[in-house]
């Protein structure tokens, strides 16, 4: 508690809040407006103001929210001033300010009332309405009822900074990988974003919650990609050879190109063009059912030298009709017109055929690690990279002014490249 003269020599009460009710949703400090620009008179009305303000705080209760504190204290307060005005006369006519109380929102109406689960029903119906798969919403509802189930609590408002601090501490206690448990508090933070939004709470309890990495930097957090015996084992097993030319093709596709398989699996045959005298894939949604990940996933990339050496040219023109059709003949399933299920369940029988353990092995999704992971040991730009495998550059002056590279440009990182499966390889028929 002190009294304090501001810049325009009005003097205010400034009180604290305990470390406990702040981690409850309290503000840090109030700042209360004395009306005077006279010391003297300052002091005295500190005085009672601080009293007030003190029997205030010593009520508070377990129950007591911040937004129920502040309507008594602002009660309290104006009938202070009324009485400030018969007995300390101001000699300055200043216009009267509402009670300025730091680093909280508006009052709200109710929130209390509002029920986690109620909550996380209308997030789900909110984000229904934006163009997002069934499946990652899933996921997101999924993470956050993690949350609600393990911090056992019932209303949206006894939600604090500590409650996701313990959430924390829980998730790294146990066994998830980083980008999980990274995973886990992006979606608590985004739930308790929208609930600060749509006024169920003060604010986000889940800001400045660090992301802490207890797996460290090295080769072990980084995300599974296929080896160069994991490969050759996959490319001369009898069961590839005696797949069809479309899963062939697709999984030569994912490893030369770093596609997402669901990009990849939803080419159709017209997506195969020319630019620049250069065969080229692409990556677009404007057919039926296609879609892709984000504005940058939309690109124009060049055929791998490899693949037209294996005769990928050939096998589009066999394919290719007077009607665009899918290249390789694949059909989105499922709610989220999942174009790749089928080719990754595939991949993953096969997988386990040649003795790639489920849960100790590289996924579709792998391809294109290694593909990133390729031009990364060959010192190839990251910008370059990024808009290779249809990522936006991290780097502002990159992403946001620097002009694409000509698919010629393109191709000539492309042709850093190279696996040692290809002398394995002849043209698949």
């Not at 980084?222 to 479309?246: C, P």
């Amino acid at each position: 508690m002190y009294l304090f003269r501001a810049t325009n020599c009005t003097y205010f009460t400034r009180i604290c809040f305990s470390k406990e009710l702040k981690n409850r949703g309290f503000p840090f400090d109030i700042k209360i407006s004395l009306f005077t620009k006279v010391r003297p008179v300052a002091t005295k009305r500190n005085l009672i103001v601080s009293l007030a303000v003190f029997e205030l705080i010593e009520c508070i209760n377990e129950t007591t929210m911040p937004h129920d504190f502040k309507s008594s204290l602002n009660d309290r307060i104006t009938g202070l001033r009324e009485e400030f005005d018969c007995e300390y006369p101001v000699t300055f006519n200043f216009p009267i300010q509402p009670i300025k109380v730091i680093h909280q929102l508006p009052h709200q109406t109710n929130v209390q009332q509002v029920l986690l689960n109620t909550a996380l029903d209308s997030f789900v119906e909110s984000k229904n309405k934006e163009k997002i798969l069934d499946s990652t919403i899933r996921q997101l509802s999924q993470r956050i009822q993690h949350f609600i189930k393990s911090s056992k609590l019932k209303k949206v408002s006894e939600t604090t900074t500590s409650s996701a601090l313990r959430y924390r501490d829980l998730l790294l206690s146990q066994k998830r990988i980083h980008k999980t448990n990274k995973g886990y508090l992006a979606a608590a933070y985004q739930f308790f974003k929208w609930c600060s939004l749509m006024n169920y709470i003060d604010k986000n309890p889940f800001d400045g919650i660090p992301h802490r990495n207890n797996e460290g930097t090295g080769s072990y957090s980084a995300r599974r990609r296929w080896q160069t015996s994991e490969l050759n084992l996959l490319i001369q097993s009898d069961a590839f050879k005696t797949k069809d030319k479309y899963f062939q093709w697709i999984t030569l596709v994912l490893l030369y190109q770093g596609l997402r398989p669901g990009e990849t699996c939803q080419l159709y045959t017209d997506d195969i063009i020319e630019q620049d005298g250069l065969i080229c894939i692409h990556v677009n949604d404007s057919k039926p059912k296609q879609r892709l990940k984000n504005e940058w996933a939309n690109r124009i990339v060049p055929i791998h030298p490899t693949l037209l050496k294996l005769g990928f040219g050939d096998f589009v023109n066999g394919v290719q009709s007077k009607r665009p059709k899918s290249l390789f003949n694949c059909k989105p399933g499922g709610k989220d017109n999942d174009w790749s299920k089928n080719y990754c369940q595939q991949l993953g029988r096969l997988s386990t055929t040649i003795n790639l353990l489920p849960n100790d092995r590289p996924s579709a999704y792998s391809f294109r690690h290694t593909f990133i992971d390729e031009l990364k040991q060959q010192e190839v730009d990251e910008a370059l990279v990024a808009q290779l495998v249809g990522h936006t550059h991290k780097n502002l002056t990159y992403g946001k002014y620097g002009k694409k590279f000509p698919v010629k440009k393109l191709l000539q990182k492309l042709n850093h490249l190279h696996f040692s499966i290809a002398p394995f390889l002849t043209t698949i028929k």
